[in-house]
Every structure is written in C-alpha cells, then in structure tokens.
C-alpha cells in the first residue's frame, strides 16, 4: 500500500473502502485542497482501486500487476492531464472526450486524472460537463482542484466531492521525519511549518535534486559513455516528481551552460558546469536540451521514470556523438 498511501482523511479513506468493496464507485471524483494536500496522492489510490486485479474487498490491494502498474505510473488506462501552461485548455477537454470512448487496454476502465482544474474557463468546463453528464460505461474521471469556487455549479452537481484534510505541523514533522531520516531536527521543524505535508516534501526535495544535478553534470563532465550510463542507472529509482524536479534542473544548468560560452558567467556556474561549456560546442549542448525536454514530455505521458533514465542516457551520448 506504500505507493497509495494517504496520511490523514480516514473517512475519505473509509468512504472508498465502502466502495470498493461493494463495487459502486461513482463514475466521477473531484478531490479538493490546496497544492500539497495530497490530491494526487489519493488520485492514484481511487485509480488503483478501480483498476485493482486483487482482493476486490481489500482494493486497492497494493500487491497486484494493477496495482503495481498504477504504483509506479505505467498503467496503460491511466491518463494523467495537467494544464498546457497557465490554463486547461478546452483541446484538452476534447481529446479526454475521444479518449474515454477507446476501449481498455488490460483494466475494466480507463481512469482520467485532470489536474488544475480551477483553471479551466467556462468553455472547457461545459466541454467536460457533456463526458461527465454521459460518460462511457468503461471511463472514470478524477478532478483536482485547489478551489471548488472555481468550478461551475452544473459541474459540482455531477461529480463525488471528496475535501482533503489540513494536518497538523505534528502529523507533518512526524511524516517528514521518516521520509527523510538524514535530515537534521531543525529541517524538519522549519519545513513542517509549511501550509501542507507536500509542500513540506518539495521544500526538502529541493536540496535532494541539485545535489543530483549536480551528480549528472559530473558525469557529463566526464564525457564518456560509461559515467552517463552508471550516473543515470542509479538515478533509476526517484520518484516521479524527482524526476520531474532533476530534468528541469539539468535543463537550467545546460542553459547556463550556453550562456557561459557567450562570455557570461553566472553566480551559479560549477566546476562541472563550467566543464562541459569547455568541453561540448552550442550544436551538442542544444541537442542535449532537446533530449532532456523530450524525456520530461514522455513523463508527463506516464513513462515510468526507469524508462526515462534510459531515454536520457541513450539519447544524450547520441546527441554528444
């Protein structure tokens, strides 16, 4: 159950559990709370319970191949969909509409997770509103939202609202301290202070990914097969937003890598940094970019992360030769 597990919200834990059990889920969620309070989190516990091989009783079981695949974000019937920029565009509300009318690929269902939906407009709201009034027998859909205010009435009255709970600075100190054992009392106080326990996450995952940027520029540095391919085989096992955190890192330092070849030099320029400027031309360092964007798109389409290492490896001594 560790992949699902949700700290707090017992009766929205409870209330699932009924479900599940009995087999009457409704057909459309939307899970409520600001950023950090665990939405995603339960987004996946509800998609493994649907998609759950095991136990129906006891769904989600944790143990299954469904489970398993919706754990580590490589299940064919769940699509995950953030908003294209600073909104959720209505084209994406579409291409959820034709998408829930294709058939599963191994589960019963297929399982839309539609992040940001507080900034959905009006137009794609009421595009959405037609799927969820009617959907397909084979399509569950799963809102997130920071604030249901934003959503249009017709919309509330068509989906099972479910609201996170707010945690105490105790729960997150003590959830933090067992995530993150390495870490000093004061970092734990100071982060637990945080409006909520992913926040609290993200704030000391943030040191954790320059230090792994830091990690793949060296191997960079190096320019051989073998330091790229050992640098990213053991980056294999990040999380998924780890992974989403690292590629984004790696892509500044690249720029600031461009950068330093212009004659440029930041206050944040490394050793390593300052390496591969010396070692790479513009033609290999913005071929490297490119590979680095495509594997963070790929992610963003439920390649597990093992996969995206591979991708990243592969395709960036490819662009170095």
């Not at 291409?95 to 539609?114: M, T």
């Not at 009255?157 to 609201?163: G, H, I, K, N």
């Amino acid at each position: 159950m560790k992949p699902f597990g949700v700290i707090g919200n017992e009766k929205n834990k409870a209330y699932l559990a009924a479900c599940f059990a009995g087999e009457r889920v409704p057909h459309a969620f939307l899970l409520t709370g600001p950023e950090g309070s665990g939405k995603h989190t339960l987004a996946r516990r509800i998609a493994a319970g649907l998609l759950c091989v095991g136990d129906k009783s006891k769904a989600p079981c944790g143990e299954c191949e469904g489970c398993r695949k919706v754990g580590e974000a490589i299940h064919p019937d769940v699509m995950v969909v953030e908003p294209a920029g600073a909104t959720f565009k209505i084209d994406q509300v579409r291409e959820v509409r034709s998408a829930a009318y294709i058939a599963p690929n191994e589960g019963a269902v297929r399982v839309f997770i539609l992040a940001g939906c507080e900034t959905m407009q009006a137009a794609a709201q009421n595009a959405l509103l037609k799927i969820i009034e009617e959907p397909p027998a084979t399509a569950r859909f799963i809102l997130l939202c920071a604030d249901r205010a934003a959503l249009l009435p017709t919309v509330l009255s068509r989906v099972t609202e479910l609201q996170m709970d707010e945690l105490s600075p105790e729960i997150i100190a003590r959830e933090l301290a067992a995530r993150f054992p390495d870490r000093k009392p004061e970092e734990i106080r100071a982060a637990s202070g945080t409006v909520s326990l992913g926040r609290a996450i993200v704030s000391l995952e943030e040191a954790n990914t320059d230090k792994l940027a830091d990690a793949y520029m060296a191997a960079l540095s190096k320019g051989d097969e073998l330091s790229l391919a050992e640098c990213t085989t053991g980056l294999e096992k990040i999380n998924r937003q780890e992974c989403r955190s690292l590629l984004d890192a790696v892509d500044a330092r690249l720029i600031a890598c461009l950068t330093l070849q212009n004659g440029v030099t930041g206050e944040q320029i490394t050793p390593d940094d300052r390496m591969v400027a010396e070692k790479l031309t513009k033609t290999q360092i913005f071929a490297i970019i490119k590979v680095v964007r495509r594997c963070g798109e790929y992610l963003r389409y439920n390649v597990g992360q093992a996969h995206i290492m591979g991708m990243l490896s592969a395709g960036v001594w490819e662009a170095i030769h």
